[in-house]
């Protein structure tokens, strides 16, 4: 443990002073994301009004953001991302799980949205340990800070910006594009419809370990952009204890991720009559539930070149999705190969398996016909949805790329009567 001492806050002092000439006072930085998707013609012997589609269709997204920053003090900074999107989801953002393009919201549309995705204000205490140098990026002031340290942002942002921020599977504007990679597949957490919230989050970091704890606002409704900031009754909390570590020389993390969600939700065991159709999920059978999760992730480097995630995470699965994707539990693995071995360093491959899956009375639900947010083939013969992703991303130029995307998708939405489902996509990808 770090003890202040006058000594020890002079030293630190003179450290910092040490990188002031490279702190920045404010910035500006952006992206520019484009995926074109088709999925051909699946196997489908019966759908639902909430199926994939078995025709051939096409898909895409375009999304731009800018990332103002701006140092209002020596330790604290405020950040703004007005956002723009437009797309047109496949099968209008039904019939699976593990969806295949992490860009598309689920109030997607044709025409151009503009949002304010993100405006926090982020507060450091340098509590000692050696310097640490912060680059320029979205989202962060170049500056520096040390090792041990407390962290404090408050304002509407994403969980994921804190939360299992596995840097191999995380970003689908740069990374794998189906749900199942950006985090725990059955992780709900908290959201509006385009993926960001309001909350408090603290961090304290110390020589390589890590504690995360956050409350954040949910949805007035299920999967709904409304936000209720009703914090004392309903919200998202989430707890993270990671630690980075060494192997081999080489350099890995594992987090363990706890999360509690309390809302206005339906208990699928309400929704089952001893025979018959299942009620239909509406606020006339949502009553105070609270859900809860329990996770891990890792990632390892093998070499300078490879790096390898996986992730597991179980939650209850008593009461419906509430704003992310339909999974009860999920389990993902995969890797990255950046391509210095063939004289392009900057190019990465990437290769990742995925599996979900649902409770007994989330399955029992949608085998009697019933309807959920995402689901609904009027029947299940249920399976896990199991999904594989490959892409290659090529450098074109500083801050330009444009990656190929190939997925398979087996028992879409828990289906073994459908799929497998096929999807190939390009994606553009710019920034600065």
């Known amino acids: 443990m770090h003890k202040p001492t006058i000594l020890g806050a002079a030293l630190l002092g003179t450290a910092l002073l040490a990188h002031a000439q490279a702190a920045e006072d404010w910035n500006l930085h952006g992206q520019l994301t484009y995926i074109g998707q088709r999925k051909p013609r699946l196997n489908s ?9 078995a025709e051939a269709e096409t898909s895409y997204s375009l999304t731009a953001t800018a990332a103002l920053g701006l140092r209002l003090g020596p330790r604290t900074e405020v950040y703004v991302n007005p956002e723009v999107a437009q797309g047109r989801p496949i099968s209008g953002l039904l019939g699976l799980a593990g969806f295949s393009n992490g860009e598309l919201a689920k109030t997607s549309g044709t025409q151009p949205k503009l949002y304010r995705a993100r405006l926090f204000a982020r507060h450091t205490i340098d509590l000692g ?14 500056g520096a ?11 509407a942002l994403s969980v994921l910006d804190i939360f299992d921020n596995n840097t ?5 504007r740069m990374q794998f ?16 419809s385009r993926g960001y919230t309001y909350g408090l989050a603290a961090e304290y970091i110390d020589d390589g370990w890590a504690l995360r704890a956050g409350r954040f606002s949910v949805p007035r409704e299920p999967n709904q952009l409304q936000l209720d900031n009703r914090w004392r009754r309903h919200f998202g909390d989430q707890v993270e204890l990671s630690r980075d570590y060494r192997v081999g020389g080489q350099d890995g993390t594992v987090r363990l991720l706890a999360w509690r969600m309390r809302a206005a939700m339906a208990d699928y065991a309400d929704l089952l009559p001893s025979a018959g ?19 891990v992730s890792v990632e390892q480097a093998l070499s300078g070149q490879l790096g390898l995630f996986l992730r597991a995470f179980a939650a209850d699965g008593k009461t419906e999705t509430y704003a992310f994707t339909e999974a009860d539990r999920s389990f993902s693995v995969g ?21 979900s899956g649902l409770s007994a009375r989330h399955q029992a639900y949608l085998a009697r016909g019933g309807q959920t947010f995402f689901l609904g083939d009027g029947a299940l013969r249920y399976r896990a949805e199991q999904d594989a992703e490959l892409y290659y991303r090529a450098a074109l130029a500083p801050g330009l790329s444009a990656t190929a995307d190939v997925q398979q998708i087996r028992n879409p939405g828990y289906n073994a009567d459908r799929g497998p489902a096929w999807f190939y996509a390009l994606r553009l990808h710019w920034e600065q």
């Open 168 to 172: 191999l599977a995380h970003d689908p």
């Open 177 to 192: 594009m189906n749900w199942a990679f950006m985090t725990h597949a059955a992780y709900d957490y908290p959201a509006d």
């Open 45 to 53: 012997p019966y759908a639902g009004p909430n199926s994939l589609l």
């Open 145 to 155: 800070t040390t090792t041990h340290r407390v962290v404090l942002t408050a304002g």
């Open 129 to 142: 340990g050696d310097a640490v140098d912060l680059a320029s990026a979205a989202n962060q002031l170049a």
């Open 277 to 295: 159709k299942p009620l239909p999920l509406d606020d006339s059978v949502r009553a105070l539930r609270s859900k809860a999760g329990l996770g």
């Open 335 to 355: 890797g990255q190969l950046r391509g210095a071995g063939w004289q392009r360093p900057d190019d990465v491959i990437g290769l990742g398996l995925a599996c």
